[in-house]
């Protein structure tokens, strides 16, 4: 918007305030009910809405202790906070990088998560230094740099604490690696 739009929108809202209006529609709108019952239309507002928007987890004191955890599912995307043993608050997806199973439910403490299916476990701080069972080449490789898939986040001053699912695939299987979140 150029300054001249900003200056006459503005005018126009002060104007509002002034007279204790406020802009009416010459008609009655009118929603079609498509635009309550649309499978697409919804996963577009996922997308545009939920996951390209930093969503407040809570506060940075609901994970008092290392250890501490909860899960949450935001518009298809499962997600693990928890705080690691070194005090910092991470924010994970919440499955297993080999079979896309769910390694955490509901909120807790826990040193480790173990996936139910072949036993993979990681750290609270998303490494994962324990598999078992496995047997193919692909999934040994580079095992001391595998990890859980991070999000974003942020835990500024006001303890309040936000994660991005930007990126965020919507079904459990995910490869992408993100950063890890803040403190």
């Given at each position: 918007m150029d300054r001249a739009g900003e200056i006459s929108l503005l005018k126009t809202l002060l104007h509002y305030l002034d007279t204790k209006t406020t802009c009416m529609a010459t008609a009655p709108w009118r929603n079609e009910v498509t635009a309550f019952t649309c499978p697409e239309r919804h996963e577009r507002e996922q997308e545009i809405l939920i996951r390209k928007r930093p969503l407040v987890m809570g506060l940075s004191c609901d994970w008092p202790k290392p250890g501490a955890y909860r899960t949450e599912d935001y518009a298809g995307v499962p997600i693990l906070t928890v705080r690691g043993s070194d005090g910092k608050l991470r924010a994970f997806l919440n499955v297993c990088r080999h079979r896309g199973a769910k390694v955490a439910q509901g909120c807790?403490?826990?040193?480790?998560?173990?996936?139910?299916?072949?036993?993979?476990?990681?750290?609270?701080?998303?490494?994962?230094?324990?598999?078992?069972?496995?047997?193919s080449a692909s999934c040994t490789r580079n095992r001391s740099a595998a990890s859980w898939s991070t999000m974003s986040g942020t835990s500024p001053r006001s303890g309040a604490t936000s994660v991005s699912c930007s990126g965020a695939p919507s079904s459990t299987g995910c490869a992408a690696r993100r950063r890890v979140s803040g403190t």
């Open positions: 807790g403490n826990a040193g480790a998560f173990t996936c139910p299916y072949h036993g993979w476990t990681y750290g609270n701080d998303g490494l994962l230094p324990s598999t078992k069972a496995i047997t």
